[in-house]
T-cell receptor, first 116, second 111 residues
Framework: NAGVMQNPRHLVRRRGQEARLRCSPM?????VYWYRQLPEEGLKFMVY????????ESGMPKERFSAEFPKEGPSILRIQQVVRGDSAAYFC??????????????FGEGSWLTVV | TQLLEQSPQFLSIQEGENLTVYCNSS?????LQWYRQEPGEGPVLLVT?????EVKKLKRLTFQFGDARKDSSLHITAAQPGDTGLYLC???????????FGQGTTLQVKP
């Protein structure tokens, strides 16, 4: 896990507020992935980004969720107007290249969002 | 929808026993990873298998990828309390890094 930095580690938001989760990939990695782990459920893919581009957002809810990975700075997962069902652990992962064959994907320690 | 069925979901054994965790799918994967996750932390990669029929060993852990690249197994020999944790398998079908995760196996090894 060393190297993929996520913050905040824990975030509490009231319903209707916005949540911003940040991810700094491992040094030199330009491929970033976001996953969500709902209580009692497995990890689910949300979005795959490369620098300044969204490659695959097939796992992102259609509304309220957005992600970016700017040329400079961390990747941001933004959740607008949070609802209680958004409470989950959000994991960021990064890799040097795209794909997992012969390419290691490293996960961060996660950001735990609680909506009250 | 691609699915990875992981079994068993829960396993409680005595120290020294052997165990096997299975990961099955009807889909073909370009690679399959096994992770271990501790409470409050992110998944930590144990191994990646890529070739059908491949077997990899990591100390007391043996990982196998099915010939058809649709299934995998994790075998632990002489389990120790330190092996306690959540084990996850994850497959990548399109070699994009978009992983499909199994539901996980919670292993408890009693001293």
């Amino acid at each position: 896990n060393a190297g993929v930095m996520q913050n905040p580690r824990h975030l509490v938001r009231r319903r209707g507020q916005e949540a911003r989760l940040r991810c700094s990939p491992m040094k030199g990695h330009s491929h970033v992935y976001w996953y969500r782990q709902l209580p009692e459920e497995g990890l689910k893919f949300m979005v795959y980004l490369q620098k300044e581009n969204i490659i695959d957002e097939s796992g992102m809810p259609k509304e309220r969720f957005s992600a970016e990975f700017p040329k400079e700075g961390p990747s941001i997962l933004r959740i607008q107007q949070v609802v209680r069902g958004d409470s989950a652990a959000y994991f960021c992962a990064s890799s040097l290249q795209g794909g997992s064959s012969g390419n290691t994907i490293y996960f961060g320690e996660g950001s735990w969002l609680t909506v009250v | 929808t691609q699915l990875l069925e992981q079994s068993p979901q829960f396993l409680s054994i005595q120290e020294g026993e052997n165990l096997t965790v299975y990961c099955n799918s009807s889909s073909v994967f370009s690679s399959l990873q096994w992770y271990r996750q501790e409470p409050g932390e992110g998944p930590v990669l144990l191994v990646t298998v890529v070739t059908g029929g491949e077997v990899k060993k990591l100390k007391r852990l043996t990982f196998q990828f099915g010939d058809a690249r649709k299934d995998s197994s994790l075998h632990i020999t002489a389990a120790q309390p330190g092996d306690t944790g959540l084990y996850l398998c994850a497959g990548d079908s399109s070699n994009t890094g978009k992983l499909i995760f199994g539901q996980g196996t919670t292993l408890q090894v009693k001293p």
